[in-house]
């Protein structure tokens, strides 16, 4: 039990000093908030005891839209201390305690579903990070997963998708990449079916006995799998472009879950072949 409070207060502490450091350099038009954000994630990381892998190339230098799986609050924390990124989240996610904090002070696009008005101002706030060169996430099968399979992606998804890079200027081209979050390690040991639910948060669990219960198991291990970028260029192409990715994320999150090699890909298409395992980068975390 102390060590819930213990690390709980120092998460606290470290979310209200990233949301004064984003306010000022907001505020004053700095630079680096990306850099900062990545910082945070891995501090807090280091002080939940998870450990991050990543298998493939992240979205550098440019503006994705990256579609992934979801399974936790934790696949938040894992991403940002890879990428600078922000996320879409439904708008319930701004009243979380905790995790709200973190999510209003990161930029987050909140959607409320069933406001078409506020959907329709939530696709232009995509829309303008993206040609902004900012990077976003949409968990693309709108709920979290008990973190053994993904779930099918949303078909609103495709004319979301449609209308946000409409918005976007003709001159910049807007890639679309896949992301697989796996849990895949518990104290070092690979964890099995029964065991990811101490991650996962799915259903109507609260969300307070599910993070005692994960800060009692101790350390865990999360691979991030990025599949190859694809530029959808009309609409019945991006429809296909969304059933391929899925494919794509469920292929690599199959082969994350049961420790085989990631399956190479090609850009569009769905997954032939499994390949040797790219390069995995454990990343380090901060003292």
């Keep these: 039990m102390l060590r819930v409070v213990l690390v709980l207060s120092a998460f606290v502490v470290l979310t209200a000093a990233l949301a004064a450091a984003l306010g000022v350099m907001t505020l004053l038009r700095l630079p680096g908030r990306?850099?900062?954000?990545?910082?945070?994630?891995r501090a807090v990381c280091a002080l939940l005891d998870v450990r991050i892998t990543v298998n493939g190339t992240p979205p550098q230098h440019h503006a994705v839209l990256i579609l992934a799986n979801h399974v936790s609050?934790?696949?938040?924390?894992?991403?940002?201390?890879?990428?600078p990124v922000i996320f879409v989240a439904k708008s319930e996610v701004r009243r979380w305690p905790l995790i709200g904090w973190v999510a209003r002070a990161r930029g987050t696009v909140f959607v409320a579903r069933d406001r078409r008005r506020q959907t329709a101002e939530a696709v232009a706030d995509i829309a303008q990070h993206l040609a902004?060169?900012?990077?976003i996430v949409?968990?693309?099968e709108g709920t979290s997963s008990d973190g053994n399979r993904v779930l099918p992606f949303?078909?609103?998804l495709v004319g979301a998708l449609r209308e946000a890079l409409a918005r976007v200027d003709a001159g910049k081209r807007i890639a679309v990449q896949p992301l697989s979050v796996g849990y895949t390690g518990l104290l070092g040991l690979p964890m099995g079916r029964q065991h990811r639910p101490i991650v996962a948060w799915y259903g109507d669990r609260d969300l307070l006995p599910h993070l005692k219960e994960f800060l009692r198991?101790?350390?865990?291990?999360?691979?991030?799998?990025?599949?190859?970028?694809?530029?959808p260029e009309n609409a019945t192409n991006r429809k296909a472009v969304v059933r391929s990715l899925e494919a794509v994320v469920r292929t690599l999150t199959a082969a994350a879950l049961r420790g085989r090699p990631i399956p190479a890909t090609v850009p569009g298409e769905v997954p032939?072949?499994?390949?040797?395992?790219?390069t995995a980068l454990t990343l380090p975390q901060p003292p």
């Design 154 to 156: 949303r078909p609103a």
């Design 138 to 140: 949409l968990f693309a």
């Design 132 to 135: 902004d060169g900012q990077s």
């Design 272 to 278: 032939r072949a499994a390949a040797p395992a790219t």
């Design 217 to 231: 198991r101790g350390a865990v291990d999360v691979t991030l799998s990025w599949g190859e970028p694809v530029e």
């Design 34 to 41: 990306g850099k900062v954000s990545i910082r945070y994630s």
């Design 73 to 83: 609050w934790l696949d938040i924390l894992a991403i940002t201390a890879t990428v």
